[in-house]
């Protein structure tokens, strides 16, 4: 009998003891034939070549920069700066769709270097860029 009621005591213990979690169902989608057909295949990497040759010129109040062109590249981004770590201060950009750039208003008699990279749109005509030439110092007579 003590033996019975022990048992029923540990097994109404054990019950109240023991949480049991809901049971939650994951929903699960149907994928359309848009979503298959498109995530069955990888993205292709759109790649730019960097511009092997960047020249720089700089005039009174103003450095011209010519680009050899790059195969494929939809425009070329510019960057000057006064620093040659391109410091966030010091640094402007200037995006442009030809090979030749005139970056006016600057400073007589300063240092500025320069540097270029080329960039294409991807598939959802996001630029993609290249490397960085080499940095290019000049300074304004």
């Not at 009621?5 to 169902?25: N, Q």
């Not at 730019?48 to 109040?61: C, E, I, L, R």
């Amino acid at each position: 009998m003590k033996m019975k009621k022990l048992a029923a005591l540990v097994l109404a213990a054990a019950v109240l003891t023991t949480t049991v979690a809901p049971s939650v169902a994951t929903p699960v989608y149907a994928a359309t034939a848009e979503q298959t057909a498109t995530d069955a295949t990888p993205e292709q990497e759109v790649a730019v070549k960097k511009p092997s040759k960047a020249t720089v010129t700089a005039k009174d109040d103003s450095v011209k920069v010519t680009i050899k062109k790059v195969a494929g590249a939809e425009g070329y981004q510019i960057q000057y700066s006064t620093s040659k770590k391109f410091t966030k201060k010091t640094t402007k950009s200037k995006t442009t769709k030809k090979t030749s750039y005139t970056v006016k208003n600057l400073k007589n008699k300063k240092t500025y270097y320069v540097r270029v990279r080329a960039y294409k749109l991807d598939a959802n005509g996001k630029k993609v860029y290249s490397k960085w030439t080499t940095v290019k110092k000049t300074t304004t007579k």
